[in-house]
């Protein structure tokens, strides 16, 4: 197994959330993100989050928040407050929505700028 | 069906790609993704990419590229240049390589700095 580059976890974070929506859900989803997501962006270690909605009604990931903090600790902190673990248990028994959201923390491992 | 705020594709998009990658291949993968990038980067409407590597060798997508074009149509042309098709099927023909991917357009739907 090699993993020379597998990131350390030291330092800034991005969260990526890859959700697997039903179409005709995805205003009520994005409305109950929101409400969230505004409550997150009060956690210490919040540094910005940008919501991604495809193009296409047939793109599998309907939505994807790509998200960054302070640390991975912030990050972990964050989501272990009752308050959002209450939001995430509303949202997993709400017989009315069907999502599947894949959290992970990732670090940026290359980036490019226009080149000629 | 609900697509009020179903995005348009006018004006800038952003391209994720989601990567389901054996950890055992990772460094490779990483290589030849580095490789189609700096070609993608000399494309017109190319704007930035930053490889997302997950922290966990556990998480189910190890990496997520998020790439910024000037539109939809600049994003097109580009993966449709033959030099582009021909590294596609060379990963896919591949049989040391077990690389699902799902690229996708996408636009910002909601974006949140930090507030108190």
Chains 1, 2 share one sequence.
Not at 1 to 22: C, Y
Not at 88 to 105: E, F, I, T
Request: overall charge negative; charged content about 20%; cysteine-free.
């Amino acid at each position: 197994m090699s993993t020379s580059t597998q990131p350390s976890g030291d330092g800034p974070v991005t969260l990526i959330n890859v959700f697997e929506v039903a179409v005709d859900q995805a205003e009520t989803f994005l409305e109950q993100w929101r409400k969230r997501a505004e409550w997150m962006s009060t956690q210490p270690g919040f540094r910005d989050a940008v919501m991604h909605r495809a193009l296409s009604s047939e793109t599998r990931f309907q939505f994807v928040n790509v998200s960054h903090w302070d640390s991975a600790e912030a990050h972990r902190q964050a989501i272990a407050q009752p308050e959002f673990q209450a939001e995430v248990r509303a949202v997993a028994h709400d017989p009315r929505q069907r999502v599947a959201a894949n959290p992970a923390l990732y670090q940026a491992v290359a980036q490019l700028e226009p080149s000629s």
